[in-house]
């Protein structure tokens, strides 16, 4: 579940776009989100990328995460829109985490009639940290049947 960290904190967003002129990927805005504000900061009218710094309490560690949200709204997008932001978001993510050295805890992907009103708090915090399932064994074949009055070593009779 969702802890908020102390003290109360802004979190920052910074949202990127393609310039489809130059083939560029840039900056259009950041601002300071409260998790609870996220959803409502997403695009929903056109791609972008987004960077979310996410400031929270884990197991009494305070934490800050970067989470990236890939937003694509199939409705109102162009052909060439899609292919330009999905062919460029591996590059990004790539240069972010090995040239800028920034760790990204959580790659989130929204596309098709996905408006962010999915990433609520609590979604957050568990696709950050998710739930440990218990180790489940692997299914093990069977011991076959015991074969009662056979002896241990069957050896076979002597030609005497």
């Known amino acids: 579940m969702y802890v908020p960290a102390e003290p109360v904190c802004t979190y920052q967003l910074n949202q990127h776009k393609i310039d489809f002129e130059k083939e560029l990927i840039k900056l259009s805005s950041t601002e300071h989100t409260e998790v609870t504000d996220l959803p409502r900061r997403i695009a929903k009218d056109c791609a972008r990328y987004h960077f979310f710094l996410y400031k929270h309490s884990h197991e009494g560690d305070y934490l800050e995460s970067t989470v990236f949200i890939y937003s694509m709204p199939l409705s109102t997008c162009t052909i060439r829109e899609r292919m330009l932001y999905s062919s460029c978001k591996n590059p990004l993510v ?9 760790e990204i805890e959580k790659k989130h992907l929204m596309s098709g009639d996905d408006n962010g009103d999915e990433l609520t708090p609590d979604v957050l915090y568990e696709e950050v940290h998710p739930k440990q399932h218990a180790h489940k064994q692997a299914f093990a074949k069977p011991r076959g049947p015991r074969q009662e009055g056979r002896p241990p070593h069957h050896q076979a009779p002597d030609g005497d």
């Open 94 to 102: 790539d240069t972010v985490e090995n040239q800028l050295q920034m």
